[in-house]
């Protein structure tokens, strides 16, 4: 009785084999010789399997590691070119509204020619005493685009903070999700609110100033400061100030531009300066009779003015936002090709460390044997 228990325990061991036919699903028939086919299929699976190099966690985790390092450096490159793409797009914008810009300051001095340079009839072009004052904050409505968004933010806290310690009341016009986010989360006084596309219009620019004329013709702020990023180059931009409202005649007839270009050359991309002298004032004849008063001509050109300036500066902020993510995601580019590199050098010790281990376990077998 003991021997016939004992033949069952080991009949029950041997059916828990680690061998891979032990668990097909393939049923015996009735007399067949069940060694052999384990035999045979135990020698076919050995055939056909792959040889593996038996690694520890460590490594595999590194491996893993440098294929998720490279797909990311893959996104940030491709998100560059977007960049690069988009800059071209936002220059050529600012080209093609170049001669309607002209041709407004050619007329303009012309018209401030004739009237003698008395502009105190002119609402927009006169100065008042600042009690209030209208901040025209412009960020982007993303992020990954380096401290681009960040030193426009501190800057307008800045000159928020200056102009309450003079004694002026200041009010915010906000452009951009990410400055309105934040100046909403900490309760600054916000006039009215603008998202910033990634390529304006001039129905958004439209919308600006129209906010901006109805506050200050209603006498609900003395002047309106516009904040926005200056676009130097592809590595630079720079957070700039100034006076939107009221205009100075003198600035609007003497202010030259620039236009900048984006080229590449050996693969690398450069952007050309081009600077732009003021239009010369147009001439009217002394004998040539307006069908309005100039002054009337004036109090309407100034808001289509407004408007280009306004739509320019949209489109140059959209271009430094652009530039700084561009050279955020080539920095992050070339960090995740060195870090692939850092990783790729741990993996090979790794191994190396696994080989050795695993001849050294092998020699000290043999030699024991002996």
Not at 89 to 107: H, I
Not at 138 to 148: A, F, K, P, S, V
Not at 256 to 267: A, C, I, N, R
Not at 328 to 335: E, I, Y
Request: proline content about 3%; overall charge neutral; glycine content about 8%.
């Amino acid at each position: 009785m003991k021997l016939l228990c004992i033949a069952g325990l080991i009949a029950s061991a041997g059916a828990f084999t680690s061998s891979p036919a032990a668990f097909t699903s393939q049923s015996c028939n009735v007399g067949q010789d069940l060694g052999n086919k384990i035999s045979a299929e135990g020698g076919t699976a050995h055939r056909n399997r792959r040889a593996t190099i038996v690694m520890d966690g460590k490594a595999n985790a590194i491996r893993d590691r440098i294929v998720t390092v490279k797909n990311t450096k893959k996104i940030t490159m491709a998100m560059k070119l977007v960049a690069a793409a988009k800059v071209r797009r936002a220059q050529d914008s600012v080209v093609a509204t170049r001669p309607f810009s002209e041709t407004l300051q050619s007329v303009f001095g012309g018209l401030i020619g004739r009237m003698g340079g008395d502009t105190g009839s002119i609402p927009l072009l006169t100065q008042r005493e600042v009690k209030k004052v209208t901040l025209l904050v412009i960020t982007g409505d993303r992020g990954l685009c380096g401290g681009y968004n960040s030193f426009m933010i501190k800057k307008s806290e800045a000159r928020y903070k200056e102009l309450t310690a003079a004694g002026v009341a200041v009010d915010m016009i906000l452009v951009g999700k990410k400055g309105a986010a934040y100046f909403q989360r900490r309760e600054y006084p916000i006039r009215a609110i603008f998202d910033c596309g990634q390529n304006p219009s001039s129905s958004e620019a439209l919308l600006i100033s129209e906010e901006i004329l109805n506050t200050y013709l209603a006498g609900e702020t003395d002047a309106v400061e516009l904040m926005y990023t200056k676009f130097v180059s592809l590595i630079a931009s720079v957070p700039a100030v100034r006076t939107l409202v009221p205009f100075s005649a003198s600035d609007i007839t003497e202010k030259g531009d620039e236009v900048f270009q984006l080229t590449s050359d050996s693969g690398e991309f450069k952007v050309e300066r081009t600077e732009l002298d003021a239009a010369e004032p147009q001439e009217f004849p002394n004998d040539m009779i307006f069908e309005q008063d100039p002054v009337q001509i004036v109090n309407s050109i100034l808001p289509l003015y407004l408007n280009g300036q306004i739509l320019r500066t949209l489109q140059e902020s959209v271009a430094s936002e652009l530039a700084a993510r561009m050279q955020s995601m080539q920095s992050a580019s070339d960090n995740a090709g060195e870090l692939a590199k850092e990783l790729s050098l741990k993996y090979n010790r790794a191994r190396q460390a696994a080989v050795t281990q695993e001849l050294l376990e092998i020699v000290s077998g043999a030699a024991a044997l002996d």
